[in-house]
């Protein structure tokens, strides 16, 4: 089994910044890409930013300029930092992972979600 711990969220005034983490443990061979989602009420889930194993990004055009995605391969961990946010950005924010388990099978896992809130 593989978990996913993320950490970070809160509030934060308009032009704030907030530095998001997202740990992975437990039956991991390896991971692919990683990637940071959100989801605000009565919206869909939309994808924010992802990573390739080899340090490629892609990002939604609404956080261009502004969010940077990264990762530590040997922490099995995921960050988003977060500047000059905006009341939109409020959204619970969802880390997902693509791992191959210690079976050797390929496996996508969500986090549990953390919530962040832009506001005055």
């Known amino acids: 089994q593989v978990q996913l711990v993320e950490s970070g969220g809160g509030l934060v005034q308009p032009g704030g910044s907030l530095r998001l983490s997202c740990v992975a443990s437990g039956s991991i061979f390896s991971i692919n890409a990683m990637g940071w989602y959100r989801q605000a009420p009565g919206k869909e889930r939309e994808l924010v930013a992802d990573?390739?194993?080899?340090?490629?990004?892609n990002y939604a055009d609404s956080v261009k300029g502004r969010f940077t995605i990264s990762r530590d391969n040997a922490k099995n961990t995921l960050y988003l930092q977060m500047n000059s946010l905006k009341p939109e950005d409020t959204a619970v924010y969802y880390c997902?992972?693509?791992?191959?388990?210690?079976?050797?099978?390929?496996?996508?896992?969500w986090g549990q979600g953390t919530q962040v809130t832009v506001s005055s």
């Open positions: 997902n992972v693509e791992v191959i388990t210690t079976a050797r099978v390929w496996k996508d896992y």
């Open positions: 990573i390739s194993s080899g340090g490629s990004t």
